[in-house]
């Protein structure tokens, strides 16, 4: 049986000296990982949770056909394909990402991974980062998904730290409609993040759900509602 051999295909400068993103494939599969820290950051094997983030999250909207939904980091796609199975020709989707070779992974064999998301004419790409977005929203957002980091604070970029302060949640509040949602994908739960959470004004639910099909390695998701 031959084995299969991790390959690197490209790297990438995350901004603001946040380090370096490597690319892998295996087989059929891809991988990035960030150079000094072990193991992978994500996997095209791997993204039930991402896939749960975007379900759940709009499971809890009244017209989910319809949402205008802003994702923080585009990631392997697997978030972004999951909101475009659920809303409908009038859904609009815009996906930010910092890292410009992410998108362009994206664009190239990784993407089929994860069904071409950012083909479908209602994917809006916006390099840079999710923060513009969520300040410019002003009420307009059915739901924000942010997938950015390990999470609730910044991995490979300290400045997102912002999105997870007080000051940030009420950013995401106020762009939100009411009965609008913000999702957060994580690791690990974070009670002081639950706290500024409820803080914020938002009525806060956590979940506990698989990373990979039903078994194994469990993630955190946060949901929390616009009254």
Do not use: C
Request: hydrophobic residues 40%; glycine residues 12%; without cysteine.
């Amino acid at each position: 049986m031959k084995m299969r051999i991790n390959k690197l295909l490209d790297r990438a400068q995350i901004p603001d000296n946040g380090g370096e993103l490597l690319l892998y494939q295996r087989g059929d599969e891809f991988s990035i990982e960030v150079a000094g820290i072990s193991g992978e950051l994500m996997s095209t094997a791997i993204h039930g949770s991402e896939d749960a983030l975007a379900d759940l999250a709009l499971q809890r909207l009244r017209t989910p056909s319809e949402a205008h939904v802003v994702i923080g980091g585009l990631g392997m796609g697997f978030t972004l394909a999951a909101v475009l199975r659920l809303v409908g020709n009038k859904g609009r989707v815009i996906v930010a990402e910092l890292v410009p070779e992410v998108i362009k992974w994206n664009q190239g064999p990784m993407g089929e991974r994860s069904g071409n998301p950012l083909s479908d004419p209602r994917t809006v790409v916006h390099q840079g980062d999710v923060l513009e977005l969520i300040r410019a929203g002003n009420g307009s957002y059915d739901a924000i998904l942010l997938d950015t980091d390990n999470g609730p604070e910044g991995l490979t970029q300290p400045r997102n730290n912002r999105l997870y302060s007080h000051r940030g949640l009420r950013s995401a509040y106020n762009a939100l409609r009411p009965g609008g949602v913000l999702a957060v994908w994580s690791t690990h739960p974070h009670d002081p993040f639950t706290r500024r959470l409820g803080m914020a004004g938002f009525r806060v639910d956590e979940k506990k759900v698989f990373a990979h099909r039903d078994k194994g390695t469990k993630h955190h998701l946060w949901f929390a509602m616009r009254p």
